[in-house]
């Protein structure tokens, strides 16, 4: 199946299954393929409960119902996404940016796809990235022990961390407290990397969003950049 038709028929997918779930699908949604990564970018995603729970300043809350119902879907997704790619979705990140109302799904497969047309391994401002993430890293949490990055297309750089959690952190997720440290965890990176006026610098360009999500198990985080034009 040729990827344009992965990326509609997964997009089509995604945005009936919210709706179904949600009570109200997104406005758009834009699929990319490229090496072993498959991005879903959502836009305009917000139920009138969430509206209202937002209002009154009860993100946590709609963060937390989010996520017991993504847990829901995860096994349907994935199993759609490696029907459809036939490839096998080895890991799975999510996250939400509910001031822009949007969000960003994004899964790893175990095979890498033919079609890579404007994905790539080297792009302008990589090593000044990286020594900025690395620095980042050690003033707000760890350094991590691996840190790769790619570029999906012209306008999205992920980068992957091996290593990020700290031991009581990870005695936290031990303990059953795995969605509280994760969520602060998050909110903590965000922070400190909206605040980084370096990064848009060295990569010269504006960054729009930043989507941020962790995988205790294997102790693994992504940051993903949404950058604007040069």
Request: aromatic share 10%.
């Amino acid at each position: 199946m040729e990827s344009v038709v992965q990326q509609t028929e997964i997009s089509s997918y995604i945005g009936k299954i919210l709706r179904d779930n949600f009570g109200k699908g997104p406005e758009s949604i834009f699929v990319s393929i490229g090496h072993t990564f498959i991005t879903v970018y959502i836009k305009n995603f917000l139920s009138p409960i969430e509206h209202v729970l937002l209002e009154q300043g009860r993100e946590t809350t709609v963060n937390s119902i989010r996520d017991s119902l993504m847990q829901k879907l995860l096994p349907e997704i994935k199993a759609y996404i490696n029907k459809i790619t036939e490839r096998e979705i080895t890991e799975f990140y999510y996250d939400w940016n509910f001031h822009r109302r949007s969000g960003l799904f994004l899964g790893i497969t175990s095979t890498p796809f033919s079609y890579n047309p404007a994905f790539s391994e080297h792009y302008d401002g990589k090593e000044a990235l990286h020594r900025e993430i690395f620095l980042h890293n050690e003033q707000v949490q760890r350094r991590p022990e691996s840190l790769v990055s790619y570029q999906l297309h012209s306008r999205l750089i992920l980068l992957i961390q091996q290593g990020v959690f700290v031991q009581i952190e990870k005695e936290l997720i031990r303990l059953g407290h795995e969605e509280i440290v994760l969520l602060a965890k998050k909110n903590v990176e965000k922070q400190f990397l909206n605040k980084n006026c370096h990064i848009e610098r060295v990569l010269n360009k504006k960054i729009i969003e930043l989507f941020v999500a962790s995988n205790a198990s294997e102790d693994k985080g992504i940051i993903v950049f949404s950058l604007g034009a040069s």
